[in-house]
């Protein structure tokens, strides 16, 4: 079955950095489009990064642009979130996606990030 697990999360102090990691199982990992997705208790989720199937191209929320990092190994199966430069605001639980257009979306159970001094 469909599986993607998150790692990397923790406590970190402001301006620190994380790596987080996605592995995927279950599906074909290089036709899917990966996204990573962050959420705080009481707000909807937000869509973080974008990573392309095709390309390898990039997308970012205008918050995170400039310190984060989305990339993909496709023979590892895997899609990284290199986070720098952490402020307060990062903190939330991050979820890993793949989507495809034809076969939908799938998620994982997501990694908590904690941002404090």
């Known amino acids: 079955q469909v599986q993607l697990v998150e790692s990397g999360g923790g406590l970190v102090q402001p301006g620190g950095s994380l790596k987080l990691s996605c592995i995927a199982s279950?599906?074909?990992?290089s036709n899917w489009r990966m996204r990573w997705y962050r959420q705080t208790p009481g707000k909807e989720r937000e869509l973080v990064a974008t990573i392309t199937s095709t390309d390898d191209s990039t997308n970012y929320a205008d918050s995170v642009k400039g310190r984060f990092t989305i990339s993909r190994d496709n023979a590892k199966k895997t899609v990284y979130l290199q986070m720098n430069t952490l402020k307060f605001e990062d903190t939330a639980v991050y979820y890993c996606?793949?989507?495809?257009?034809?076969?939908?979306?799938?998620w994982g159970r997501g990694t908590q990030v904690t941002v404090s001094s």
């Open positions: 996606s793949a989507i495809h257009d034809s076969w939908g979306q799938y």
């Open positions: 279950g599906f074909i990992f």
